[in-house]
């Protein structure tokens, strides 16, 4: 079952600044490993769905930061790779991408099947909001993304997987929030138990929405 999850944001951003969004990062991670959790697992959103051994890594070259997370040939899509720099020595049990564009009922029942992985599991939740939340956005302005931001962030401080397994996904593509099908993953994993939920930080530099939040 699942013990505790880390929200953080799966931008290679956060290698080179956004320093207290790190720290945030960092407070979160160092409590899934308070939780002394069987397996630690990276969850995040990339083009396809797939599973990687913990000893994967990645690299942010081609996004021109030169940065390689792990210490074998890097095959981690972004998401993973940022999560993998995020742990820095202590490498996870094991990865799981999830399609961007999954169904929702897909999501959910890939977060069931990990949450059964092993006795107590830990998640590592890479998965943003809206990239719409200003005119400087990647995406295009969009004046429902401040709400829908919101609405995310209160489901990661209030621990409240029913929200998350709710966020619809052509929403989500329109205001392009890239972390939806990764928070549905949790919310599978969470299923009907109840956590103590902490946002430890809401940012949006960029007019991209970046979360730090943890689940015990």
């Known amino acids: 079952m699942l013990v505790a999850a880390a929200v953080c944001p799966p931008t290679p951003l956060i290698t080179l600044q956004l320093d207290d969004l790190r720290s945030a990062c960092h407070t979160a991670i160092a409590a899934l490993h308070e939780a002394r959790p069987d397996a630690l697992i990276v969850v995040g959103g990339a083009e396809t769905a797939a599973a990687y051994g913990g000893q994967a890594a990645g690299t942010l070259r081609p996004w021109g930061i030169d940065v390689t997370a792990g ?3 890097p095959v981690l899509p972004l998401s993973l790779t940022v999560g993998r720099w995020l742990l820095g020595d ?3 049990d094991a990865f799981q991408s999830v399609a961007l564009d999954a169904p929702s009922a897909e999501c959910l029942l890939l977060g069931e099947k990990l949450g059964k992985i092993a006795q107590k599991v830990a998640l590592l939740v890479m998965a943003d909001g809206s990239a719409c939340l200003s005119p400087r956005a990647p ?5 429902a993304a ?3 931001n919101h609405l995310i962030a209160n489901a990661v401080a209030q621990a409240d997987p029913a929200t998350l397994a709710a966020l619809d996904p052509a929403q989500a593509d329109r205001l392009w929030a890239g972390g939806r099908a990764a928070l549905q993953v949790l919310a599978g994993a969470a299923g009907m138990r109840r956590y103590d939920g902490r946002l430890l930080m809401e940012t949006a530099p960029y007019g991209v929405g970046y979360f730090a939040g943890l689940w015990t």
């Open 146 to 148: 401040g709400p829908y």
């Open 139 to 143: 995406g295009k302005y969009d004046e």
């Open 90 to 92: 202590q490498a996870p």
């Open 71 to 73: 210490h074998a040939d």
